[in-house]
C-alpha cells in the first residue's frame, strides 16, 4: 500500500532525489547526500511545535472520534471535508463529461477511497507491513466519505475507473474485494475497475522489481540500478502515461498524497484530507 512494498511504510525512507536535483543543478559530479524525505522548517522553539499527544488528540477529534475507538464519525469534519473534495472532483467531472473519446480517473487506494483511520488508531499511528496486511487481507477499510457517490457518477457518464495504488501486486484480490461487492470483509460499493481496451485491468498494484513492465523500468531505472523499487511519483506518474499511452485522456486524478498526484498525465487533481502519515 506504500511506497516499497519490501520495506514497508517509507515515510522515514530519505529518497535522495532532492541532493540529485541539487547535483544536476550544480552540475558537477557531487556525492549524493541523503537527506530527510520530508522538507520542512526547524523549529526554534518546543513552542512551535504541537505536542504529538495533543496532537493525536486533535487528530482523533476531526475524525470525530475522540475516544479512538476507530471508527470515525459521518458527520465528522473529514468526513465533511473528503466529501466536500469528492464533490469538487463530480463537479468537474459533469462539466467534462462530454469530451468525446477515452477519458478516464485515477484514483489511490489508501485515504483516498478506503479509509485507514481503524488502522491508524490500531497501530498509534506506526506502520507495520504486517499487521497493515491483516487489515488489509481482511478487507477491513470502509469507503472514505463522499467517493463512492463520485466514482458511480463518472462510471454512468463514460468515464473508465482505473485505480493506480502502491500496494503490492500480491495484495491486489483483497484490494479488489475491499473497494468493490464481494461479500468478504467491508465490501465499501465502488464500481469495478474498467478493463482497459488493452485487456489490462483497471486496478494497477505495484508489481516486483523483477515483474516490471518496459514503462516502469525506464521511468525508474535510476531507482533499479541503485537497487530500490520505483518511487511512487515515478511508479504513478510513469503508469498514467502507461494508460495515456492506450488512447485515454485522465481527466483526473484523485489522491490523498502529493505523491499520488505529482509527475503529470492527468488534466485536473483532487487531493483528499489525510493527517496520519506522509509519503515524498
Ligand atoms: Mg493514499
Known amino acids: 500500500m506504500r511506497r516499497f512494498a519490501q520495506l514497508g511504510r517509507t515515510r522515514r525512507v530519505a529518497t535522495g532525489i532532492m541532493a540529485l536535483v541539487l547535483a544536476s543543478l550544480l552540475g558537477g559530479a557531487v556525492a549524493l547526500a541523503a537527506g530527510p524525505a520530508i522538507q520542512t522548517f526547524t523549529p526554534h522553539s518546543a513552542n512551535q511545535i504541537t505536542n ?8 482523533r477529534n476531526y475524525y470525530g472520534d475522540p475516544m479512538g475507538t476507530g471508527n470515525f464519525a459521518s458527520d465528522s469534519y473529514y468526513a465533511k471535508e473528503a466529501t466536500s473534495v469528492a464533490n469538487a472532483g463530480a463537479r468537474y467531472l459533469a462539466a467534462h463529461s462530454h469530451q468525446h473519446g477515452l477519458k478516464a480517473i485515477v484514483l489511490d487506494v489508501d485515504d483516498t477511497t478506503l479509509a485507514t483511520w481503524n488502522y491508524e488508531v490500531f497501530s498509534n499511528w506506526a506502520y507495520n507491513p504486517t499487521t497493515n496486511a491483516t487489515y488489509v487481507n481482511g478487507q477491513l477499510f470502509p469507503a472514505v466519505p463522499g467517493m463512492v457517490d463520485m466514482v458511480t457518477k463518472a462510471a454512468k457518464e463514460g468515464y473508465a475507473i482505473i485505480w493506480i495504488t502502491g500496494r503490492p501486486a500480491t495484495q491486489e484480490a483483497a484490494t479488489l474485494g475491499n473497494l468493490t461487492s464481494d461479500g468478504i470483509g467491508v465490501d465499501a460499493g465502488y464500481p469495478a475497475p474498467t478493463k482497459l481496451v488493452d485487456g489490462e485491468d483497471g486496478l494497477f498494484t505495484k508489481p516486483a522489481v ?13 531507482e533499479i540500478s541503485a537497487g530500490s523499487s520505483c518511487t511512487t511519483i515515478h511508479y504513478k506518474s510513469a503508469t498514467r502515461a502507461h494508460i495515456e499511452s492506450l488512447g485515454y485522456d485522465i481527466v483526473a486524478d484523485f489522491g490523498d498524497q502529493f505523491s499520488d498526484l505529482k509527475g503529470g498525465f492527468t488534466d485536473q487533481t483532487f487531493k483528499l484530507p489525510n493527517p496520519n502519515y506522509y509519503l515524498p
Open 52 to 59: 504529538l499527544d495533543v496532537l493525536r488528540q486533535q487528530i
Open 210 to 222: 523483477a515483474d516490471y513492465p518496459a514503462y516502469l523500468k525506464t521511468a525508474c531505472a535510476a
